[in-house]
């Protein structure tokens, strides 16, 4: 097997109609002789763990991660990246399971840092980017979001609080993720903002986000309240040099 060069991070809660769908999609755009995925699996009651582990038998190019419980997803993507960066992986993926994510945009997220970009990010709010089957209300809240959090943090990233990612090696390894605080969305805006800090090259990819068709949404007004409130407290941490 070729030295691994991209892992594709996939936290799961209660995914068990998806996660097998997903992962079946994604072999069909990575080059599985060196791409891999690996599926998160925070305890899920519903068997999600099980069907992956099932397919991680299958198929060689899968992992699974199971922790105890739910703890948010940026606890979740914390212990994914830790256990794909001694892999050796090149290249680190962040990816819904939902399919809100589009699985044949990975291909495009990992050419963009093969030709330069540190971070790759799928943007709903670049030109020709978008989202699909979203109320007034979410797509306010949403875009309101992003633009709030590139006002205070004085970034020109449209689209900081999306969740889908392809970034270097050597940009989460540069970071510091043990004093990355938020467990939610918040964590998505703080990832890219302390790549930002640290000079590297984030580019944004226009994708197309659609809104699920099957399961619950784990979004919750506590979640937005976090990455609220996260925010002001990483500029005031980077006006002091403590970020």
């Not at 960066?85 to 990992?110: K, N, Q, W, Y």
């Not at 790759?120 to 709030?148: D, H, K, M, P």
């Not at 809104?211 to 979640?223: F, H, L, N, T, Y």
Request: neutral net charge; contains cysteine.
């Amino acid at each position: 097997m070729s030295p691994t060069r991209a892992v594709v991070c996939v936290p799961t809660y209660n995914e068990r109609d998806n996660v097998e769908p997903l992962v079946r999609a994604l072999g069909e755009v990575l080059d599985t002789s060196r791409d891999g995925v690996l599926v998160i699996d925070d305890g899920s009651p519903d068997g999600t763990g099980e069907i992956a582990d099932r397919l991680a038998t299958e198929l060689p190019w899968v992992d699974v991660l199971h922790r105890e419980r739910k703890e948010g997803i940026g606890r979740a993507y914390l212990a994914g990246f830790t256990r794909v960066l001694a892999t050796g992986a090149e290249l680190v993926l962040e990816m819904d399971c939902d399919f809100s994510h589009d699985p044949s945009d990975v291909a495009r997220l990992i050419a963009a840092c093969e030709e330069g970009a540190d971070l790759a990010l799928g943007s709903r709010w670049v030109a020709g980017g978008g989202t699909e089957n979203w109320g007034l209300v979410r797509r306010v809240i949403s875009r309101g979001g992003s633009l709030y959090a590139r006002v205070v943090l004085g970034v020109g990233v449209r689209d900081l609080t999306g969740g889908f990612k392809c970034f270097r090696r050597r940009v989460l390894e540069t970071i510091d993720l043990d004093a990355i605080a938020a467990r939610g969305y918040g964590f998505q805006i703080e990832g890219t903002y302390r790549a930002l800090r640290a000079g590297f090259r984030v580019v944004e990819i226009p994708i197309v986000f659609v809104d699920r068709r099957v399961g619950e949404s784990k979004m919750s007004g506590a979640i937005v309240l976090e990455a609220m409130r996260q925010v002001p407290v990483l500029r005031w941490k980077a006006l002091r040099g403590r970020l």
